[in-house]
C-alpha cells in the first residue's frame, strides 16, 4: 500500500493535541454504532475530525452533527432532517455515517479514498480517478481540493493516534 501523503505532518500534529472533552462518553456508542454496520470501528474517529465531538456541530454550508451531514446524504443515509434532526443524534447519525462509508468503501475499494469521497463528494473522487486512469488516493490527491488532501491524512493520523490503527490496517484486525 501506497503511503498516504502528509500523514507524517498530521501525526506529528494530531498526537500534540489533547483528546476532545466527549470523546470519552460518545465512543464508545459510536464504535458500537459503527459495528453493528460492519464497518471497521476505528473509523468512528471520524467524528473528531468532522466535529470534536460537538453533536450540534454546524458547518457554515448546511452540514450538522457529529459526522457533519449534508442534508441530502443525511437523508440518502435514511436520517430525517426535519424535527427533531437525526442529525444531532449520535447513534443514528453514527450508523448513517458508517453506512455511507461502507458504501464508499464498496465502490472505491479502499478506506483512503473512502474517506476522500466522504469529504470531497463521490463524484468528484470519480472524476478525478477516471481523468487520471488512476486507482489510489495518493495518485489523485494533488489534483483534489487542498482540504481533501489534507483531510484524509488528518482522519488517518486520528485514527492511528487514537486507536493504534496504521492507516493500511484499518479494517485488518
Known amino acids: 500500500t501506497q ?5 507524517n505532518l ?3 500534529r494530531v498526537r500534540e493535541r489533547p483528546l476532545p472533552a466527549r470523546a470519552a462518553a460518545l465512543m464508545p456508542r459510536l464504535r458500537a454504532a459503527f459495528v453493528a454496520e460492519g464497518v471497521p470501528p476505528e473509523l468512528a474517529w471520524l467524528a473528531e475530525a468532522e466535529s470534536s465531538f460537538n453533536p450540534e ?5 448546511g452540514a450538522k452533527g457529529l459526522f457533519q451531514f449534508m442534508p441530502d446524504t443525511a437523508k440518502a ?7 427533531p434532526d437525526e442529525r444531532t443524534n449520535p447513534e443514528k447519525s453514527a450508523r448513517a455515517a458508517a453506512r455511507y462509508l461502507r458504501t464508499l468503501h464498496a465502490r472505491f475499494g479502499n478506506w483512503a479514498l473512502a474517506l476522500a469521497a466522504y469529504n470531497a463528494g463521490e ?17 489523485i490527491a494533488d489534483a483534489l481540493p487542498a482540504e481533501t488532501r489534507m483531510y484524509v491524512p488528518k482522519v488517518c493520523a486520528l485514527i492511528e493516534t487514537r486507536a493504534g490503527v496504521a492507516p493500511h490496517a484499518i479494517g485488518r484486525k
Open 3 to 7: 503511503p498516504v501523503p502528509h500523514y
Open 10 to 12: 498530521w501525526l506529528a
Open 57 to 61: 456541530a454546524r458547518s457554515p454550508v
Open 77 to 83: 443515509m435514511g436520517l430525517s432532517t426535519l424535527l
Open 123 to 139: 463524484g468528484r473522487v470519480s472524476r478525478t480517478l477516471a481523468k487520471h486512469g488512476a486507482k489510489s488516493f495518493t495518485a
